[in-house]
């Protein structure tokens, strides 16, 4: 993995969507599901622990959801309503003695309109939001379940319960070591007969440095290494080692403060720094292994099908709207912005950050980094730009999955989804943006939604809200002796048809 750590075993891991990628949708399963059987369409959703879910017609901020019957823990113990109310307290319940500070940090702003929930009987759990939000079913499918026995097992202690961790999931926990390695075996019981793993074991290693991951493959310490770096891919193929891309709903950006006091609320500056990006440079640095920038999803993506504006290069333009705004090479405008060595989805961010500061630099932007580790620079993503843990940065450089709406776009704009309560790091706030996003929001006919979500696309793209610089086609290096694998177009992917061979 290109995690520093192994994930967190709680049901809602830490480490981004790599993490739910490893432990997440391994260990435990959710309400719903992704469907990551194919590799040449994007994934949709399917049922999970629920065969069904439905709003309530009379009430559209009710939602029910029917449980599968016949699922059991690894335990065991049959799953329970009961189960599913306690994994939902645990993430958002503060005042619940399960309630688990690390599973809410990364679990409550992928729900943040939930405001309650219960059983209703035997076989059926709802939920309430505050506001209508038609985006529910993405929200819960990061939500994985967990037994409520054996967290009293364990002493009614989640760190105690990590090493012990059970879900239903395919993959059962046989030992973990957070800054080592997780040893995950196959569930044979699983209630998805279909996916019970054709491997007998899964090993997990967090490699965060690119030259390691790819010397650890060499050496046949690992079968598989995520993101390898693009100087390494054209030997690795030459010694036999079998390189999988596919593109998938992911954007490599500058996430930027566009709230008072932040030099990127002009809009001058932002459209000038988007201007000043040679996107196809980068793209022969990263050895053909990306797309080019094309917003906060690649084009051809059902929100950016046909896309009403693109960034492209043009330095003098650029160089023309940062000169109205005061900002020349000789005048520049110097400002910090917040990246890490590595992490899920984040590419070689050392190498792209760096050649994105010399293009900046040659149009009057003066970039210097703060370089941190990725789970910290989530951590203060969460604070907020204003934060003391932010160190004085104006952008920050997360890649982050664009699989639903909500998570794609809604989370970053919606005035008052500002941490804690969601990821509007930045303090952006426009009755424009909030009133599209009230109808998307409101919209439970697909055709009519997708319209509207291409819309709000095509204003962030315009207004330059974000840095686009990249979209990655996930690479991933494997040894020839893995079989099986199916590369979906998503964050996720199931691990259950690899095996390895002699």
């Known amino acids: 993995m290109t995690a520093a750590a192994v994930p967190l075993t709680n049901g809602v891991p830490d480490q981004g969507a790599e993490g739910h990628r490893f432990m997440g949708v391994t260990l ?30 009379t009430n559209p901020k009710r939602w029910t959801f029917t449980l599968r019957e016949g699922v059991r823990f690894h335990d065991g113990k049959p ?20 309630f688990d500070q690390r599973a809410a940090a990364f679990g409550r702003v992928r729900v943040p309109t939930v405001s309650a929930w219960e059983a209703v009987d035997e076989r059926t759990f709802a939920l309430e939001t505050r506001t209508v939000d038609s985006t529910v079913p993405y929200g819960v499918s990061w939500i994985g379940i967990v037994q409520q026995a054996a967290w009293e097992a364990a002493g009614r202690n989640w760190d105690a319960y990590m090493p012990k961790a059970i879900g239903t999931g395919p993959w059962k926990l046989e030992a973990f070591s957070i800054r080592e390695r997780a040893v995950l075996v196959r569930n044979p019981d699983y209630w998805d007969a279909a996916r019970i793993p054709k491997s007998e074991k899964l090993v997990l290693i967090p490699l965060p440095e690119p030259n390691t991951r790819v010397a650890a493959l060499r050496s046949n310490q690992v079968d598989w290494i995520e993101a390898p770096p693009a100087d390494a891919v054209p030997s690795l193929k030459q010694a036999g080692y079998t390189i999988v891309t596919n593109q998938y709903p992911h954007n490599w950006t500058w996430q930027l403060a566009t709230a008072e006091g932040s030099p990127w609320r002009d809009s001058r500056i932002r ?24 917003g906060l999803l690649p084009l051809g993506s059902t929100w950016n099908d046909v896309p009403k504006f693109r960034w492209g290069y043009d330095p003098a333009a650029a160089k023309k709207l940062l000169a109205d705004a005061g900002v020349t090479p000789r005048t520049p405008l110097k400002t910090r912005i917040g990246i890490s060595t590595s992490g899920s989805g984040q590419m070689q961010p050392m190498a792209m950050n760096e050649a994105l500061q010399q293009m900046l630099k040659d149009v009057g932007i003066e970039i210097e980094f703060e370089v941190f580790e990725w789970n910290t620079l ?5 604070d907020g730009w204003k934060a003391p843990s932010n160190r004085g ?25 500002t941490p804690p309560a969601g990821n509007n790091w930045g303090g952006f706030s426009s009755p424009d943006y909030d009133a599209l996003i009230a109808k998307i929001l409101s919209e439970f006919d697909q055709t009519a939604q997708d319209k509207l979500v291409s819309d709000l696309h095509a204003k962030i793209v315009e207004d330059a809200l974000f840095l686009f610089v990249a979209h990655d086609l996930n690479p991933r290096a494997m040894s020839r002796k893995v079989q099986g694998f199916v590369q979906a177009r998503s964050w996720f992917q199931d691990l259950t048809p690899v095996r390895v061979t002699g």
């Open 271 to 294: 459209r000038g720094a988007n201007l000043a990006i040679d996107r196809a440079a980068m793209k022969g640095m990263l050895g053909g292994l990306m797309d080019e920038g094309a």
């Open 28 to 57: 435990y399963d959710q309400l719903v599901h992704w469907d990551l059987s194919k590799a040449d369409a994007p994934a949709v959703l399917r049922p999970g622990l629920a065969t069904a879910w439905k709003v309530d017609p």
């Open 393 to 417: 940065i104006t952008g920050i450089n997360i890649s982050f999955t664009a699989i639903d709406p909500f998570t794609a776009m809604i989370r970053f704009l919606r005035s008052d989804l």
């Open 378 to 382: 989530l951590t203060i993503w969460r």
């Open 79 to 98: 799953l329970t309503v009961q189960d599913v109310v306690f994994s939902f307290d645990r993430v958002l319940k503060a005042d619940a003695p399960h």
